[in-house]
């Protein structure tokens, strides 16, 4: 790629180099780039101007056959899983590195996939792509077995070995990071992976896929198939030489790939699925300006295509209307969709036009519904040239209410009053979901009370989104089971096996 303006500031630095941009579309098996076997291919289309980006190989379970022979392969040579920890985490520290140093091309791909504003991925995805490859290289040789207290006859030995090969499917609202928060670990405990990315988003997972090779991962040890989910999806869930899946999507597609394990080979299947997170607003908030604002990043950031987005704000209702009056300033002064490539945007537009529909469907449903509509609910002026929906509220909200019981995955918050914790407890467990959640209180007894008694993997206090790579990222109920990021994801790529040693009377 070459770009004319050097100013990475500007859009029109931005602009210069998209107009160069020749990703890769192939795909990556066995240490190489080849063509689908069936010679086809899919489209996948710029967000923001209906244009064709990319005519992308479309792999089918022909390729998913040999990606995971290629895997296999390389797992039983031992080029990956058997090498010295130290090596390993040589190889991974030099990805993070490499991904380091292609962050304006990993950033582009992603932006004209997806829509997300350049300045997010700038700003956020690729930094934590990055930390996401350091923090998994460093638990390399962390990973311990343990010796059991026997008796004198026997020495009984723990180990951890690699599961040999798992297959990841990823979505498209963060196609690098949720990549990277799959394989990373994966290879980091020594297995070989086959990779199925969203096919709204294919691009970023080739470039990524050349950089690991650079960077040393052998050949077969990590291979990218790109195609449809209902079938390279598919059949790499039924794969029977698959040892586990790990997935993150829709509860829907989960589900499924818990289904594809029992009909298949029994493997192991992590998940990480949808969310319909609230915050709870206390009527002791301490500081309303700073929840108002955490409330409306929580729903507006990546245009609300955020798994952990939090959709639900239920406010102490003697707050309500104040807060419905902040949330409008906050967000029009922080939220103005526009050209992901202008690193002066904040809001990009939806993945497809088919999400558009989806959720200006929900945008009805909330009006028919009785919902008050306080904030946008409509396509923005001006931008019908691409997928936007504007940054949208709703107050008075019902828990009961389609709007505040479906996962939307849209820039749609709906406020929802209630009268005490023990009422807002209630509706904040309401739901199918159970991913996340924040508490806003002075008062600590309540925030921990509180905390004890929402069920999600995650709960705030006095913040939104906060975390670092230390923090299991995952649900409770249909969020799914699994959990990213931190030292229990790396273990769960990892399998125990007793070695237990008779030694003798
Ligand atoms: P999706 O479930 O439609 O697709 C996810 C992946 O599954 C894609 O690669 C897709 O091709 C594949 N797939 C689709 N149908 C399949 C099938 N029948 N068999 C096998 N594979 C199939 O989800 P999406 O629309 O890409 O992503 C949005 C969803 O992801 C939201 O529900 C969001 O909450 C969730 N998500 C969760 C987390 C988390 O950590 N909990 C993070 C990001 C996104």
């Not at 090596?87 to 962050?103: F, N, P, T």
């Not at 700038?122 to 990973?143: M, N």
């Not at 096919?199 to 195609?227: H, I, M, R």
Request: charged share 20%.
């Amino acid at each position: 790629m070459t770009a004319t303006s050097t100013d990475r500031t500007s859009g029109q630095y931005w602009h210069d180099r998209a107009a160069s941009v020749r990703p890769e579309t192939r795909l990556f098996i066995g240490g190489r780039f080849v063509e689908a076997s069936s010679g086809g291919r899919f489209r996948t289309v710029n967000p923001a101007t209906r244009q064709v980006l990319a005519e992308v190989a479309q792999g089918t379970a022909k390729d998913v056959d040999l990606a995971v022979a290629a895997a296999r392969k390389a797992f039983r040579g031992g080029s990956w899983s058997r090498i010295k920890p130290r090596a390993r985490m040589d190889v991974l520290y030099k990805a993070a590195r490499l991904i380091e140093q292609h962050a304006d091309d990993l950033s582009l791909l992603d932006c004209m996939d997806m829509g997300k504003p350049i300045s997010e991925m700038i700003g956020i995805d690729l930094p934590a792509t990055v930390l996401t490859f350091q923090f998994f290289a460093e638990t390399i040789d962390k990973i311990e077995g343990a010796v059991t207290n026997t008796g004198p006859s026997a020495l009984h030995l723990i180990t951890r070995e690699p599961l040999g090969v798992v297959g990841c499917v990823v979505p498209w609202n963060y196609p690098l990071l949720m990549t990277a928060w799959k394989v990373a670990p994966a290879l980091a405990a020594g297995n070989s992976v086959v990779l199925k990315p969203a096919e709204q988003s294919p691009l970023s997972a080739l470039l990524l896929a050349k950089l690991l090779a650079e960077a040393g991962v052998p050949e077969g040890v990590f291979n990218v198939v790109n195609g449809h989910g209902e079938d390279a999806g598919r059949a790499l869930g039924l794969h029977m030489d698959v040892d586990k899946i790990a997935f993150t999507g829709s509860t829907e597609v989960g589900k499924l790939m818990m289904v594809y394990a029992g009909q298949s080979n029994m493997k192991r299947v992590s998940t990480e699925c949808g969310g319909k997170s609230p915050q709870i607003i206390l009527r002791d908030v301490g500081n309303l300006d700073t929840a108002v604002e955490y409330a409306v990043n929580g729903i507006f950031g990546n245009q609300g295509e955020v798994c952990c987005a939090g959709s639900r704000l239920l406010v102490h209702e003697t707050l309500a209307d104040d807060f419905v009056e902040r949330f409008r300033a906050k967000a029009a002064e922080s939220f103005r969709p526009g050209d992901p490539l202008d690193p002066s945007t904040t809001m990009g537009p939806l993945v497809t036009e088919e999400q558009q529909k989806r959720v200006l469907g929900y945008i009805e449903s909330g009006k028919s519904d009785g919902a008050k509509l306080v904030l946008g609910g409509a396509v923005p002026v001006g931008l019908d040239r691409g997928f936007y929906v504007a940054p949208t509220l709703f107050a008075g909200v019902k828990s009961s209410m389609k709007i505040a019981r479906e996962e939307i995955f849209g820039p749609v918050g709906a406020v929802i009053p209630f009268r005490d914790p023990a009422e807002a407890t209630r509706i904040a467990n309401d739901t199918i979901y159970g991913l996340a959640a924040s508490i806003w209180t002075s008062d600590l007894t309540t925030a921990h009370k509180l905390a004890r008694d929402v069920e999600a993997g995650i709960v705030w206090v006095n913040c939104y989104d906060h975390g670092d790579m230390t923090m299991p990222f995952g649900g409770y109920k249909q969020s799914g089971q699994g959990r990213d990021k931190c030292f229990e994801a790396v273990l769960a790529n990892t399998q125990t096996k007793s070695i237990w040693i008779h030694l003798g009377n």
